[in-house]
């Protein structure tokens, strides 16, 4: 019984202490959060601040989340445009050892058109810069965890694979089109996505704030231009009621569908395993059928 004994508290000693040689880390939304456990795998433990099911932009940390982030090996987020409140958190952070890791390094942001001094913070939706944010956390992760950064190298590569097979997909499915302009009833936030595919879009909405409302001439316009053009369909986001574009639905006849952001997933979605992945390649096939691809 005492050899039991033994043998039951080495294990439990071992399995302790091999939790406490993982990485712990902390992402801010869902796509980074995806991102990094297909980098860090089972030399990482990773969480997500935002909330299964909440809308990313009117998320703000809790006290809670500053005493995980104080706890944290590596805290990962997009960009001050997309988490505005990160330096106020950073600042406040007792934690001097957390390493933090900014995904839009070497990323050139754009300036939405049309909205003075906003900044499209949605850089993930494009594959290309997918690559770009992939290399800046295998990069902080390495740098934090030197012995394992082969281990990261390799899973890099491997998932860089992936998003190049992405990005072919959407080249060849998007090129014989009969529309090349995106109509959207909420908060378009596929600006990098239309600019590396060679796309058009239109939203009545100004600005990626979730409490933006749209004008009531910018769904005019909308419908009027959908009109003319015979667009069969408009497109929503997710997580947010989609009134606005149930509205020019009806007073176009349009079929809707969700172009999903890639923002954050339900807990459903997530216990399903949806990925970004499985997302991108989900919109592809929408937008298909809204653009009238063959």
């Known amino acids: 019984m005492r050899r039991i004994f033994l043998i039951i508290l080495f294990l439990n000693c071992a399995i302790f202490a091999n939790a406490d040689d993982k990485l712990k880390i902390i992402t801010t939304i869902f796509p980074l959060y995806d991102f990094t456990k297909e980098i860090g795998r089972e030399k990482i433990d990773v969480t997500i601040l ?54 839009s390094l070497n990323i050139e942001l754009l300036k939405e058109s049309g909205h003075k001094h906003q900044v499209d913070p949605h850089i993930w939706l494009n594959p290309i810069f997918a690559k770009k944010i992939v ?41 014989n089109c009969k529309h090349n302009e995106i109509f959207y009833g909420g908060h378009f936030a596929f600006g990098y996505f239309a600019k590396e595919y060679g796309l058009k879009h239109k939203s009545p909405y100004k600005g990626f704030s979730p409490n933006a409302e749209p004008s009531s001439k910018g769904i005019a316009d909308l419908v009027k231009k959908m009109k003319k053009s015979q667009i069969k369909t408009i497109y929503y986001e997710e997580l947010i009621d989609p009134k606005v574009a149930k509205a020019i639905s009806e007073e176009t006849g349009a079929n809707m569908f969700m172009l999903h952001g890639v923002h954050n997933i339900t807990k459903d979605d997530m216990k399903k395993g949806s990925t970004y992945l499985s997302i991108m390649y989900d919109n592809i096939e929408k937008l298909k059928i809204g653009l009238e691809c063959r």
């Open 135 to 175: 290399f800046n956390i295998s990069n902080g992760l390495s740098s934090k965890d030197l012995k394992n950064k082969e281990f990261y190298l390799n899973n890099l590569i491997e998932y860089n694979n992936k998003l190049d097979i992405l990005d072919i997909n959407i080249r060849d499915k998007l090129k």
């Open 50 to 103: 935002l909330p299964p099911g909440i809308e990313a932009h009117s998320f703000s940390p809790t006290p809670l989340d500053i005493m995980k982030l104080n706890k944290a090996d590596i805290l990962i987020y997009t960009s001050k445009y997309m988490e505005p409140w990160i330096e106020d958190i950073i600042k406040a952070l007792e934690n001097k050892k957390l390493i933090i890791i900014d995904s």
